[in-house]
């Protein structure tokens, strides 16, 4: 079982809908989480953290459950422009950070 | 802003030639890291340094080595390139141990024939 795991999709979703990934992940020492962004043949960004009280920034929303071990990016009103994979990131301590292998999303016009 | 640049964008080398790919961030940063990237893989952690002179393996060191001599360098080198060395290699920095933000390079992509 890899240690952290998302759907590859891609999602395939028209401009203005509402998006949702999840990302499992197996070790329940993790300790930090985090939502990367990576456009075609782009290096990866860090979009947003993930805390276990949720955060918001404009569109997206990130949530943690610990208690099933997943995390959650939420996109509202799709932009041509969010099309990217978006990566799950999850860091257990000392320089063990996770990246799974990301989920696919094209936001069509 | 923070910059991370690689020394080459592609590179084609033949199998059991030596490789260097060398990272260079200008941020200061402790921290610096060797990933690879292949399809369906996400990212592999190969090396990290916290320090000059540091070194520590990450996931898949098997075949691979690191050098960090001065703090804004950090280079991945391999020794006898394998056709199964063919990936991504993405370099990043993160500023210190309680900094979690990775900022990364735009990567190298390495074919050996």
């Known amino acids: 079982r890899k240690e952290v795991e998302q759907d590859p999709g891609p999602f395939n979703v028209p401009e203005g809908a509402t998006v949702a990934f999840n990302c499992t992940y197996s070790?329940?020492?993790?300790?930090?989480f985090f939502w990367y962004r990576q456009d075609c043949r782009k290096e990866p960004k860090l979009l947003m953290s993930?805390?276990?009280s949720g955060n918001e920034d404009g569109r997206f929303t990130a949530q943690l459950n610990r208690a099933s071990q997943y995390i959650s990016l939420l996109i509202r009103d799709s932009k041509l422009s969010d099309s990217a994979t978006y990566l799950c990131?999850?860091?257990?301590?000392?320089?063990?950070?996770?990246f799974g292998a990301g989920t696919r999303l094209f936001v069509k016009a | 802003d923070v910059k991370v640049t690689q020394s080459s964008r592609y590179l084609v080398k033949r199998t059991g030639e030596k490789v260097f790919l060398e990272c260079v961030q200008d941020?200061?940063?402790?921290?610096m890291f060797w990933y690879r990237q292949d399809p369906g893989l996400g990212l592999r952690l190969i090396y990290f340094?916290?320090?000059?002179?540091?070194?520590e393996k990450g996931d898949i060191p098997e075949g691979y080595s690191v050098s960090r001599e001065k703090k804004e360098r950090f280079s991945l080198i391999l020794e006898s390139a394998s056709t199964n060395q063919t990936s991504m290699y993405l370099c990043?920095?993160?500023?210190?141990?309680?900094?979690?933000?990775?900022?990364f390079g735009p990567g190298t992509r390495l074919t050996v024939t």
């Open positions: 990043a920095s993160s500023r210190d141990a309680s900094s979690y933000e990775q900022y």
């Open positions: 070790n329940s020492a993790s300790q930090s």
């Open positions: 993930v805390y276990s």
């Open positions: 990131v999850v860091d257990t301590g000392g320089f063990k950070t996770i």
């Open positions: 941020m200061d940063h402790e921290n």
């Open positions: 340094s916290y320090d000059v002179k540091m070194k």
